[in-house]
């Protein structure tokens, strides 16, 4: 009897034991799961996600570069049909046909070849702006947060000033300083996204640092830096993160208007939106020219865009419908 | 709220001269000699020199922020380095044009948007709301010069109903219509999106509120209890996704402004930046600022009308 009570208080505390010991880990886990589902199951999310795989797709394998890296030679075309440089003056402004599904352009280069090539200019300035943008504006919005008094006015009010422009004039002002092509597009637009980061980066952390556990680490001597770092950061994140989704779309969109003004990567290296200022002088004779650059557009930054809404809905519940 | 509005207006002014001392130092930090940009390279030293001392580039950095700012308060815009035209003189000319399409754009997205954020959120989650959704996703993610190519393309050329470029003639009430209906279709649908989106959700917080049930309890028609109880709870929201996007679209006319080869302050910009025009440029980034900043203000006025509260 005795035997049997003894053992079955066993099972119990060590149901209890696992219970505690586990829990956190089970709740996490299922915690995860469940957001997993909640991101599979939003079907606009899924979308983007399959759209953004075939962008990546297209800007990694438009040719074989990772094989002639070691081959020591120059990448051939790998899934786009042609040299994007390759002229066809004969038929230059050809319409859509067997050969060139989406025609040739007024060299006479192949327009869907481009477009493959094109989305390595678009994905890189999207994604390294918003690093470039997010790394310094989260920097900067935690530790005016964090600090508080007067680094933390400084910081902001240089951050409201600059959002006082609308992001396109910003980005067409820095470019006036830093002068076109590529990598001053990445640091004009990434210069253009940091206070948007900063006053989200900011707000988080005014939440986060009124909690029990900051106080905590403060009590037994943790530094500023270290609780910057280990208490603040990782609960900030996930905010910047989704937000980065967004304003990676909000990039690339930038970046297209820029290059169709004439200040984006230096030609012949095809980019989406120069490739639409070429076709404009042809508009009426040959749409194709600038038809399909701008569907890549459109359909890049839906694909962000989707992504960007699916995660919102899995880490802010309150805006699901 | 008198008093609200002179406190807007009294903090507007830092704002104003914040953005204003940025626009003089970004100016100043741009690579090259203004001079020489002007003159060309093989224009001599002594010419570069002479204009220098014209320009007031001579001056110590802080006596010509001043000048910038004493000839501001004027309305002294000086004259372009490439043409020698007076600037105030050439925003005259354009401004109109950028001004008329700032606000048909703005009133067609109010109009449009509003009430298909309205109707989507009384429909949610059917089959009306997901194409809603779809479609403004799609709205807010295509760039405003492709979206002008398309009507362009559409309303232009294969069914040639309004012109394709030019601004028309200002004094001329038919041409000047004809002329602004694709740039302001483009912005408005642009910014119908983007305020459907945001009237729905807005309304969708409102509606499921207890006051807007109580209304219905009441025996209100459906009528006034969305437009009169939830709509007015919902305005805030809306009102600043408008402002957001009056600023915006003042930006994105120097898009529009380049597809459809239509005279503004855009198209001012791009030229003053291609051509090195600095004076230009300045000037121009100037009344950016300062249309931003007005935005802001009406913005700032427009929810104390819409809620009174935020006057306390």
Do not use: C
């Amino acid at each position: 009897m005795e035997d049997r009570l003894d053992s079955k208080l066993d099972v119990v505390i060590e149901e209890e034991l696992t219970e505690r010991l586990d829990a956190p880990a089970i709740r996490i886990r299922s915690q995860r799961k469940r957001l997993f589902q909640t991101f599979v199951r939003n079907r606009p999310a899924i979308l983007g996600v399959f759209l953004l795989v075939l962008v990546l797709v297209m800007a990694i394998f438009a040719d074989d570069w990772f094989i002639a890296i070691f081959q020591g030679r120059e990448p051939q075309p790998l899934l786009a049909p042609y040299d994007p440089l390759e002229q066809d003056t004969v038929n230059r402004l050809a319409p859509p046909s067997r050969e060139h599904w989406m025609g040739l352009d007024s060299y006479g280069r192949d327009t869907l070849s481009r477009i493959i090539y094109g989305s390595r200019v678009s994905l890189l300035v999207g994604l390294l702006s918003v690093l470039i943008g997010g790394v310094s504006g989260a920097l900067m919005g935690l530790t005016g947060g964090f600090l508080g008094g007067k680094v933390e006015n400084v910081i902001m009010r240089v951050a409201d000033i600059l959002m006082a422009f609308p992001s396109l004039i910003m980005g067409l002002m820095v470019l006036a300083v830093l002068g076109g092509g590529l990598f001053n597009m990445i640091l004009a637009i990434g210069i253009v996204l940091s206070p948007t980061f900063a006053r989200v980066a900011h707000s988080s952390t005014l939440g986060v640092k009124e909690n029990e556990y900051v106080e905590a680490a403060r009590s037994i001597g943790a530094g500023n830096w270290r609780i910057a770092r280990v208490h603040i950061l990782p609960n900030i994140i996930s905010e910047v993160v989704v937000l980065a989704s967004i304003w990676i779309a909000s990039a690339i969109r930038v970046e297209a208007n820029l290059s169709f003004i004439g200040l984006g990567v230096s030609p012949p290296t095809p980019a989406w939106g120069s490739m639409i200022r070429d076709g404009t002088k042809y508009l009426f004779q040959a749409p194709w020219v600038s038809f399909f650059p701008g569907l890549a557009i459109l359909i890049t930054v839906l694909a962000f865009n989707l992504l960007g809404d699916g995660l919102r809905d899995i880490l802010d519940p309150k805006l699901q419908n | 709220m008198g008093k609200y509005i002179l406190s807007r207006l009294l903090l507007a002014i830092p704002t104003v001269l914040a953005v204003l001392t940025l626009v003089f130092f970004v100016v100043r930090v741009i690579p090259g000699d203004p001079a020489t940009a002007a003159l060309g390279d093989y224009a001599s030293q002594e010419a570069v020199e002479a204009l220098r001392e014209k320009m007031g580039l001579n001056e110590p950095l802080i006596v010509q922020y001043f000048n910038f700012l004493g000839d501001l308060v004027r309305g002294d815009l000086g004259a372009s380095m490439i043409t020698g035209k007076e600037i105030s003189d050439l925003v005259k000319q354009v401004l109109p044009y950028t001004l008329e399409l700032t606000i048909t754009s703005i009133f067609i997205g109010t109009i449009l948007g509003v009430p298909l954020g309205i109707y989507t959120a009384r429909h949610v989650n059917t089959g009306v709301d997901y194409v809603g959704r779809v479609v403004s996703l799609a709205g807010l993610s295509v760039p405003a010069f492709y979206l002008g190519i398309l009507i362009m393309l559409l309303l232009a050329h294969k069914i040639p109903i309004f012109p394709a470029v030019g601004g028309g003639n200002l004094k001329d009430f038919k041409s000047n219509i004809m002329h602004l209906v694709l740039p302001a279709l483009t912005l408005g649908l642009i910014m119908t999106a983007s305020v459907t989106r945001l009237t729905r959700s807005a309304m969708l917080n409102v509606l499921k509120d207890d006051y807007v049930r109580t209304a219905r309890a009441k025996g209100l028609s459906e009528r006034v209890v969305v437009l009169r109880h939830a709509l007015r709870a919902a305005l805030v929201p809306i009102v600043s996704i408008i402002g957001i996007w009056a600023a915006s679209l003042v930006a994105d006319s120097v898009l529009t402004e380049t597809v459809f080869a239509r005279p503004g302050l855009g198209k001012m910009l791009v030229s003053a930046i291609m051509q090195r025009d600095y004076t230009l440029l300045q000037s121009v980034m100037v009344i950016y600022a300062l249309f931003v900043v007005g935005i802001n203000l009406i913005t700032d006025i427009a929810y104390s009308f819409v809620d009174p509260r935020i006057t306390h």
